[in-house]
């Protein structure tokens, strides 16, 4: 087992490797050509991710690299307490050797039998709190861990094992902020203006001028409803309701924006109005089947307007020096929430306007001209039939 020739690789070739998939893979190929005899080889790191709670990777010769996603609160099932990881979050380090018997977890003893003979885990960050302090703080650090199951005909260098590691983990939590922060991107800007920030559209007043399909949905009679019912039941109403609308708008190529309050603004560049239409109506559909769900549980159903209409947006940063928003502005925009506020007044889901009407492949029935504040007069149309 010679650490030199891996370590020299990570610091030089190994730091260049395009993801932690890669990396992961080819420090597993790289130990097993230094003889160190890695028949199994796990790696989970705490990530800033509105879904997981943490990922992992585990890489065997036979399989390569299998990616796990772990849930929030996986930490505290008690399942967790019964698997190596909870035993290093304290002491750092575990190991263990078939030579001397059964271990109390069933997955290392699995390895064993099947012809491992040592089992080597350890967490990094030596200044990283304790669970105690974790818990007091109601969160978790970004811990790193490392697991390696060996199979050697004259014992495992154990020093040999946290030289490589400890040259790995920097490299892998290089991977994780990175990670980190174009999740978190794309889970508060959405995937289209996340890429175009992550591409480098970052200054204020930087811009670009799109023709869009545009969609505006509120909840009708959302301030009556937030009046009357406990905060808790208005956070659940919006979760149900977003989670129905940005559903469809993403399963028909559209892009969320922003979010406000019992709102959305979600656009479809290359004015595709077929389906900024059809998400719309997939947005009624489902909705039906999730208001059956809520009324089966005596909460309150949800009633929604969706406003759709096409045009030329300015889609950029604006804001101040340093805090600044990435939307879309221009008339169009302003249309559209106007179209959608006559939801209500017509009884009517979706209307849209004569440009995107002109525009959809199905028929459409011309419901008159509206007078709409600030906007002036709009023929809205509705679906025929």
């Known amino acids: 087992m010679n650490a030199a020739p891996v370590v020299d690789w990570l610091l030089t070739e190994g730091v260049d490797l395009e993801s932690i998939h890669a990396l992961i893979a080819a420090t597993g190929e790289r130990m097993n050509a230094a003889g160190f005899g890695v028949v199994h080889m796990w790696q989970t790191r705490l990530v800033g991710h509105p879904l997981l709670q943490a990922r992992g990777t585990h890489w065997t010769p036979e399989e390569g690299v299998v990616e ?22 304290e002491r750092r380090s575990w190991s263990a050797r078939a030579a001397d018997g059964p271990t109390p977890y069933a997955n290392v003893n699995a390895r ?60 892998v939590r290089m991977h994780d902020e990175r990670h980190a922060g174009r999740s978190l991107l794309l889970a508060y800007l959405g995937r289209d203006a996340g890429e ?19 969609a505006f949905t509120d909840v009708r009679g959302f ?15 919006l979760h149900d309701n ?62 929604f307007g969706v406003g759709l209409h096409v045009g030329q947006v300015i889609y950029g940063n604006i804001g101040s020096v340093d805090r600044l928003d990435f939307t879309v502005i221009g008339s169009a925009v302003n249309r559209t929430a106007r179209l959608e506020s006559l939801c209500g007044r ?17 028929p459409t029935r011309d419901l ?10 709009l023929r809205a149309f509705g679906l025929d039939g």
């Open 242 to 303: 977003f989670d129905v609308q940005v559903d469809a708008i993403r399963r028909h190529g559209g892009h969320v924006l922003k979010f406000m309050g019992d709102g959305l603004l979600a656009i479809w560049p290359e004015a595709r109005c077929d389906d900024a239409l059809a998400a719309a109506i997939d947005m009624g559909r489902s909705m039906e089947a999730t208001n059956s769900q809520r009324l089966a549980m005596s909460k309150r159903p949800i009633d």
């Open 68 to 89: 796990e996603n772990l849930p929030h609160g996986f930490t505290l099932r008690p399942e967790y307490a019964s698997t190596p990881p909870f035993a290093v979050v």
């Open 112 to 171: 064993f039998a099947a012809g491992a003979t040592d089992y080597f885990i350890f967490r990094t960050g030596a200044h990283e709190p304790s669970m105690d302090e974790m818990q007091r703080e109601g969160r978790l650090p970004p811990l790193n861990v490392y697991a390696f199951t060996l199979k050697q005909d004259h014992g495992a260098d154990e020093q040999a094992l946290r030289r490589v590691m400890h040259a790995l983990d920097p490299i």
């Open 223 to 237: 301030s009556a409803l937030s009046e009357s019912m406990a905060p808790e039941d208005v956070l659940d109403l």
């Open 368 to 377: 008159g001209l509206h007078e709409l504040k600030g906007v002036g007069e």
């Open 196 to 214: 175009r920030v992550l591409g480098g559209l970052v200054r204020r007043g930087e811009k670009v001028s799109i023709e869009a399909a545009i």
């Open 346 to 362: 017509l009884g009517r889901r979706p209307l849209m306007s004569r440009e995107f009407a002109d525009r959809v492949s199905v």
